[in-house]
Nanobody, 125 residues
Framework: VQLQASGGGMVQAGDSLRLSCVAS????????MGWFRQAPGKEREFVAA????????HYSDAVEGRFTVSRGNAKDTVHLQMDTLKPEDTGVYFC???????????????????WGQGTLVTVSS
């Protein structure tokens, strides 16, 4: 499975960005798609996730109400709509494929088997 994230960029506080992630290969093993981010000098943290099939969503407290994860019209595509961006949202954003059969690890890095290369989001104040 390969994951390709795109859509990052440099924006100002209050602006919006939309990230996309396209999965290819043996995608049938993916149960959910997640987004994580990593700021300089910090650990990678959970942002959002969506189950496939179905559309149950999960968000971190930091982005709840500002970010929306959704399935794209194209097969094996997931988007992360980020609104009202803040400087603390700055980081490299990774999409990841969740392959476990239980939901307990949906917010944890260890639950994700497949990872994309990351796309940089920079929010200036």
């Amino acid at each position: 499975v390969q994951l390709q994230a795109s859509g990052g960029g440099m924006v100002q506080a209050g602006d919006s960005l939309r990230l996309s992630c396209v999965a290819s290969g043996r995608t049938m093993s993916i149960k959910a798609m997640g987004w994580f981010r990593q700021a300089p000098g910090k650990e990678r943290e959970f942002v959002a996730a969506i189950w496939l099939p179905g559309s149950n969503e999960h968000y971190s407290d930091a982005v709840e109400g500002r970010f929306t994860v959704s399935r794209g019209n194209a097969k094996d595509t997931v988007h992360l709509q980020m609104d009202t961006l803040k400087p603390e949202d700055t980081g490299v954003y990774f999409c990841a494929g969740y392959s476990r059969n239980v939901p307990a690890w949906i917010r944890n890095i260890v639950g994700y088997r497949y990872w994309g290369q990351g796309t940089l989001v920079t929010v200036s104040s």
